[in-house]
C-alpha cells in the first residue's frame, strides 16, 4: 500500500490509497484447485493447468519448470505459490499470440492468394500537402514488415534526375536513388518475404530508362523480373528476399502542351482530385506505335503489370487466362463497386491483385476501413502508414497474424467457388461457426508509463475498456466494462460473449479509456488482435499508444475462450 497526493488549488490536498496488483478471484479459484493443501502449486498440476485451462496441448514438464524456476520464490517449495502464479499469468512471456507459432500459414500459394501489409505514399512524413519526402518512414514501414512500398517518381527541376515526391503539393521531394538503396538496406529487416514497389510514374522516356539503371544497379539479384507476362502469380517462399516493381507498362510520353493542359484540365475538374492515383484507365496492351520510344529496359523491370484497361469497371474485372495484372481502385471507387460488381471483384482476386487507396480529401493521412477491401478479397488495402487512428489499428492487428511476416493466407472461402460455382457474400446471413468469450479481469502499469496527472490532475483515473469485433458486418458488436473509479489498477471481472459467422476474418478490438464528466474521454491505451490466432486461456494483453507503439508497462489481464 503507498499514497498519492494531488493538489486541490493553493490549500487543499487530495490523498489516495494504491494498493498492490491483486489476483482476482478467478485466478484465487483456479490456484486453489490446482494447488495442494499447503498451497503450493506443484510442477504437476501446473502441467495440468497448461492443458486443461490454458488449452497448450503440447506443453511439457519442462515447461512448467521454466515457470517455476522464473516465478517460484522459494526454492524449497518446489512449486508456486499464489503470488507467483498470478504474476507468470500477468507477466510479458503470457501473450495473447503465440510468439513460437511463427510464420504458419502456406507460403506456396500464387500472391494472389494472401492479405499484403501495403502502404500508401510510403515517403510522406506527415500530411498530404505540405509535409517533407523521406526515406525514413519507408524504412519504419518496412521494419514493421509492410511489403508493398509506393513510390511516386517525378522529373527534377533540371528534368535531368528523378525524385520522389507527391505531385501537384508542396511536399519537399527526395531523390529516388536514397530510397531505393533504404529499400534494400532494409526490405528484410522484419520478414524475408518479397517487397513489391509499386511505382506511380509521371517520367519521360529518358528518365524512365534513368530509374531502370537505378533500379538493377541498387538490387541486383534480388529484383525479380519476369522475361514474359505472368500467367499466375509466383509465390510468396519462391521469392524469398526478392524485390518486385509494379507500374504501368511505359507509353508514349505526352509532351504536347495542348495534351498536357487538357489532361491538368481534367484533373483540376475531378471531385477529390487532391491525392487522386495517377487515372490508369488507359489500356495495358502496347501501343506499336510508341513501343520506340517506350523505355525498353524500364519495361522488362515490371513484374506485375497494373492499368484498368478499356472500357468500365466489368471490362476492368473480367480476368485474363493468360496473364495476371494489378487493378487499383480509389475508395469511393471501391465502394461504388462493391454496391454492383461484389462476385466480380471476388473472382478477379482469385487470380489478380487488387490495389485499393484512399480518397484525395484524406489530406491529414488519415484511413478508411479496410474491410471492405478485405472481405472481397482484395490483397492490397494502401494505407496512410504515418497516420493513426482505428482503421491503422485494424491493419495492425491482422498483420499480427502469420508471425507478423506481411502476409496472412485468404480464408477459403474468398479462394474458392461453392457447388454451385457461387462466391462468397459477406453480407450474406450465415450461420454461427463459433462464440468468443472474453473475461476482462484488470488492467496494470500506467503508474509507471505515465505522469500522476496525466489522466486526471486532482485524482487518479477513471478506467473503462471497450471491446469490439471488426469482420463481416454480421460480427461487428461493440461493448464495454463499467468504470472503476480513482484508481490506477482498475478490476473489472467482466465476460463478454461474441458470436462469430466468420471469425476467419474476425478482429478482437480492444481500447481503454479515462472517462471525463465534462471532456472528451481520454485515450489510455489499444490493441486489436487476429480472433483466429488468439491462445485461449488468460493471457497478458500488451497495449500500444494511438500510433501503434507498444507501452513498457501497460497491459490487460484477460481470459479468451471458445464455446
Sequence with gaps: MSK????????????????????????????????????????????????????EKNASLENAEAIINNHGGDSNQKGLQLDGFFKSLFSDVNPPLDPKLGIH?????????????????????????????????????????????????????DKD?????????LTAPVALIKCLRSIKEHAFSASEYPVVITLEDHLTPDLQEKVAEMITQTFGDMLFSPSESLKELPSPESLRKRVMISTKPPKEYLQSKEVKE??????????????????????DEEDPKSEKKAASEYKRLIAIHAGKGKGGLSDWLRADLNKVRRLSLSEPELEKAVDTHAKEIIRFTQQNLLRIYPKGIRVDSSNYDPFVGWMHGAQMVAFNMQGYGRSLWLMHGMFRANGGCGYVKKPDLLLKAGPNNEVFDPTANLPVKTTLKVTVYMGDGWDKDFDQTHFDTYSPPDFYTKLGIAGVPADEVKKRTKTIDDNWIPSWDEQFEFPLTVPELALLRIKVLDYNLSDKDEFAGQTCLPVAELRQGIRAVPLYDRKGDKYSSVKLLMRFEFI
Design 4 to 55: 498519492q497526493t494531488y493538489k486541490v488549488g493553493f490549500f487543499f490536498r487530495r490523498q489516495f490509497t494504491m494498493a498492490a496488483a491483486e489476483a482476482p478471484a478467478d485466478i484465487k479459484n483456479l490456484f486453489n484447485r490446482y494447488s495442494d493443501d499447503s498451497g503450493v502449486m506443484s510442477v504437476q498440476n501446473l502441467l495440468r493447468f497448461l492443458i486443461e485451462i490454458q488449452k
Design 262 to 283: 487538357k489532361d491538368d484540365t481534367k484533373k483540376e475538374a475531378e471531385q477529390d482530385d487532391v491525392d487522386e492515383e495517377e487515372d490508369e484507365d488507359e489500356s
Design 105 to 157: 500459414h502456406d507460403m506456396t500459394a500464387p500472391l494472389s492468394h494472401y492479405y499484403i501489409y501495403t502502404g500508401h505514399n510510403s515517403y510522406l512524413t506527415g500530411n498530404q500537402l505540405s509535409s517533407d519526402c523521406s526515406d525514413v518512414p519507408i524504412i519504419q514501414a518496412l521494419q514493421r514488415s509492410v511489403r508493398v512500398i509506393e513510390l511516386d517518381i517525378w522529373p527534377n527541376s
Design 161 to 169: 534526375d528523378i525524385e520522389v515526391l507527391h505531385g501537384r503539393t
